[in-house]
């Protein structure tokens, strides 16, 4: 079984529409989580950064940890063709600079014009 | 502020050759962590350089190896390729001491092997 789930899509929206991104995780250890976007051809940019359950918002963005259900989702209101990427997300066990991250696969999104 | 700079940034190879990747990471950054990314999956940590001492690794074999330089620059080695070590190798540099892992990603190279 793989730490880290996430559905991979494809996911396809139109513009405007408000997307709702999710990972599950089985490895209680998790205690950092961040979502990642990235462009075809490119390296992973970090979007968010969490530590604690509840909402963390960051203008069209939401990150959302659960960590009693060891779920987190990442929302995207007024969701425009630039968003149009792989989403990824990740969590660490420590807080340490540079340390594991743990990947999920990716989500691939779509958002039509 | 470059950020993460990688090098090359494609790179072809044969089965049993050797490779290296280079990384720079981002200014005021130490701390040097690599990964490999088989396409339509997630990166998978390799190792993570601090210091010049190689401090965690990831579930891959001896045949990938790195090293750190003063300038906190960092080379990956992959000896005896195999056709599975084609991916996208990404570099990812964080600062310390810090309060929270984060971590800033190159664009990678691109690796093949035929």
């Known amino acids: 079984q793989k730490e880290v789930e996430q559905d991979p899509g494809p996911l396809s929206v139109p513009e405007g529409a408000i997307v709702s991104l999710n990972c599950t995780y089985s490895n209680s250890a998790f205690q950092y989580f961040m979502w990642y976007r990235q462009y075809s051809r490119k390296g992973p940019e970090l979007l968010m950064y969490t530590y604690s359950s509840g909402n963390k918002e960051d203008g069209r963005f939401t990150a959302q940890v659960d960590k009693s259900s060891k779920y987190i989702s990442l929302f995207i209101r007024d969701s425009q063709p630039s968003d149009s990427a792989t989403y990824l997300c990740a969590m660490s066990a420590r807080a340490t600079s540079g340390s594991r991250l743990t990947f999920g696969e990716g989500t691939q999104l779509t958002v039509n014009p | 502020d470059a950020g993460v700079t990688q090098s090359p940034t494609h790179l072809i190879k044969t089965r049993g050759q050797q490779v290296t990747l280079r990384c720079s990471p981002k200014s005021g950054h130490d701390t040097v962590s690599w990964y490999q990314q088989a396409l339509g999956q997630g990166p998978q940590f390799i190792f993570q350089?601090?210091?010049?001492?190689?401090?965690q690794r990831g579930n891959f074999p001896d045949r990938f190896s790195g090293h750190q330089f003063p300038n906190y620059s960092s080379e990956l080695n992959v000896n005896a390729l195999l056709l599975g070590d084609s991916a996208l190798y990404l570099c990812?540099?964080?600062?310390?001491?810090?309060?929270?892992?984060?971590?800033?990603f190159g664009p990678g190279t691109r690796l093949t092997v035929l």
């Open positions: 350089y601090y210091e010049e001492e190689e401090r």
């Open positions: 990812a540099s964080s600062p310390t001491p810090r309060a929270y892992n984060e971590q800033f």
